[in-house]
């Protein structure tokens, strides 16, 4: 019988089931994860692209312990939001770290709404509100 261990020491072959089986689930979003000890895998379209990956939000997750939502500066992921959380241990310290590529980050909703705003008040005048002539379902 096989075994995979997550821990601290874990390696990119304990890794790897696990984490395909989290790119599944998710739709084969591109997923990363590395141990605390050793570089782990880079996983996309159903392939581990890399047996000894470590990213640089992973290995900040590592030492800050707390999950984090950004756009990596350089690697692989430059510039693509990325959300990456700690693997604890029973005593809450970082033993790994697993990340994903965020499809919501990709929406900026508060900037598209400010867009939306000011487009409007371009179109509409300062007041962008309904015409007396108009419904509120005529909007919908």
Known sequence: MEQYIISAASSARDLAPVMICIHDLLGRLPVTARSRDHPGVRIEDGKVMDEAYTGPVLEEVLVENAT?????????????????????????????????????????????????????????????????????????
């Open 68 to 140: 984090l939502r950004v756009r990596p500066s350089r690697g692989p992921y430059k510039g693509i939001p990325v959300v990456v959380a700690p693997v604890r241990d029973n005593e809450g310290r970082a033993i790994g770290a697993i990340g994903i590529v965020d499809v919501t980050g990709i929406f900026d909703l508060a900037g598209f709404m400010e867009q939306s705003a000011e487009i409007r008040r371009q179109v509409c005048g300062e007041d962008p509100s309904l015409l007396p002539t108009e419904s509120s379902a005529a909007k919908r």
